[in-house]
């Protein structure tokens, strides 16, 4: 295969250029994903983390005006997909190398030093290979923060299903430190089983010491406590910091009416 180009200045001189097989096969994420390991049957990118100090602030990816909120506050992408992660996404931008939209995202997390990795939206009724590949889509977002940026990024777990499973944690294993999200999980049956079936399965593969939850309700972290009873026995710190749905839940829930108030 061809490796350089030949460039003839005005001048008569001739210049030998490498060709950047990046860019020409729209390989831009190899930049990262060549800066780590890679782990198990699809060879998904690990993830380090290991934080000694949980956030105390988790603000979403469509509120900028929060992301310097307090000193540990963590941006996360708890949000439908097409919002962090349509076309004009920071992953599409990494693998094109589209120097303008990369620098648009610098600017726009100017200044943020933890991360909760992508929240990408995985189901039991579609090919393997599609979850698999958004799984992985969201480690080679990752890995550019960290490199990009010099930020932490705690790594989302998402709810898992049996097929891929055993899959989605490969990369992982020098993690201390992951994310759930309980919002939309915690009404339905099927949704709180699948839930404490992906925290079982997590603490019992990883060596877990610090578990970061994004939780919406406003019942002071009682229903978190509950859905996280398997970690909380093994020792397993569970942190619950503070977001502005939450907040708002713990207003809503405060002022309702009850029959001693008529």
């Known amino acids: 295969m061809k490796r350089f180009t030949r460039v003839v200045h005005e001048n008569g001189l001739i210049e030998v250029i490498p060709i950047d097989f990046y860019d020409k096969l729209c390989l831009g994420q190899l930049r990262y994903t060549n800066l780590t390991t890679t782990h198990g049957r699809f060879e998904l990118p690990e993830i380090p983390c290991n934080l000694d100090t949980p956030p105390d602030y988790i603000a979403l990816y469509s509120q900028p005006c929060e992301y310097a ?3 540990r506050t963590a941006v996360a992408f ?3 997909d097409n919002i962090f992660d349509g076309k004009d996404g920071l992953y599409n931008a990494i693998r094109y190398n589209d120097a303008k939209r990369l620098e648009l995202f610098k600017q726009r997390f100017s200044g943020v030093r933890c991360f909760i ?3 990408i939206s995985l189901f039991g009724d579609v090919h393997i290979i599609e979850n698999l590949h958004r799984i ?10 960290i490199h990009e940026l010099g930020a932490a990024v705690i790594p989302h777990i ?4 049996s097929n891929y499973m055993k899959h989605a944690f490969d990369g992982l294993d020098n993690c ?24 079982r399965y997590a603490v019992d593969r990883l060596n877990l010491k610090l578990i970061v939850v994004y939780d919406t309700c406003g019942d002071g ?4 406590r509950e859905l996280f ?13 503070n977001n502005s749905l939450k907040l708002r839940n713990q207003c809503a829930d405060k002022h309702k009416e009850t029959p001693d108030d008529r």
């Open 136 to 145: 992985y889509r969201s480690r080679v977002v990752s890995l550019w923060l």
């Open 229 to 241: 009873r398997y970690a909380i026995d093994r020792g397993v710190e569970v942190a619950i910091p």
């Open 221 to 224: 972290g009682e229903t978190v």
């Open 176 to 199: 201390s430190t992951v994310a759930f999200s309980t919002k939309g999980y915690v009404t339905g049956q099927i949704e709180r089983e699948l839930l404490t079936n992906t925290i």
């Open 69 to 71: 909120k307090t000193k």
């Open 158 to 161: 998402p709810l898992l299903f």
């Open 117 to 119: 990795s992508q929240d």
């Open 78 to 80: 708890y949000q439908f």
